[in-house]
C-alpha cells in the first residue's frame, strides 16, 4: 500500500493552466491587491517555465459581484474560455 501511495504521487496530475493560456483575474479589491493571482502566476512560472503563458490582473477595488459580472461578460463575450474562476470576497 505505502509503494503504491508513492507511486501515485511521483504521476504528475494534469495542470489546468495550459501552454499558450491567458489567465484573467477578474475582482475587487483583493484580485486588484494581487495577493491570489501572483501566488498562481509565480507557481506556473516556476513549475512550467516552458510554458507561455499571460497574466492580466483585471480587478478593481470596490467592484461588486454585479460589476464583475459585467466586466466578465463585456470582456468574454462570443469568445472561447475552459474556465473561469472569480476571486471575490
Same mark, same amino acid.
Given at each position: 500500500?505505502? &509503494?503504491?501511495?508513492?507511486?501515485?504521487s511521483?504521476?504528475?496530475?494534469?495542470?489546468?493552466i +495550459?501552454d499558450? !493560456?491567458?489567465?484573467?483575474?477578474?475582482? !475587487?479589491?483583493i484580485? &486588484? &491587491?494581487?495577493?491570489?493571482?501572483?501566488?498562481?502566476?509565480t507557481?506556473?512560472?516556476? +513549475?512550467f517555465?516552458e +510554458?507561455?503563458v499571460r497574466?492580466?490582473?483585471?480587478?478593481?477595488?470596490?467592484?461588486?459581484?454585479?460589476?464583475?459580472?459585467? &466586466? =466578465?461578460r463585456?470582456?468574454?463575450?462570443?469568445?472561447?474560455?475552459? =474556465?473561469?474562476? =472569480?476571486?471575490?470576497?
Amino acid at each position: 500500500m505505502v &509503494a503504491f501511495l508513492i507511486l501515485l504521487s511521483l504521476v504528475p496530475a494534469e495542470f489546468a493552466i +495550459r501552454d499558450g !493560456d491567458t489567465v484573467v483575474f477578474l475582482g !475587487d479589491s483583493i484580485t &486588484a &491587491a494581487r495577493q491570489y493571482g501572483k501566488i498562481i502566476e509565480t507557481y506556473t512560472l516556476l +513549475r512550467f517555465p516552458e +510554458r507561455k503563458v499571460r497574466f492580466i490582473n483585471a480587478g478593481k477595488g470596490g467592484e461588486t459581484a454585479k460589476e464583475v459580472s459585467s &466586466a =466578465w461578460r463585456k470582456m468574454f463575450s462570443g469568445r472561447e474560455q475552459r =474556465w473561469s474562476p =472569480w476571486p471575490t470576497g
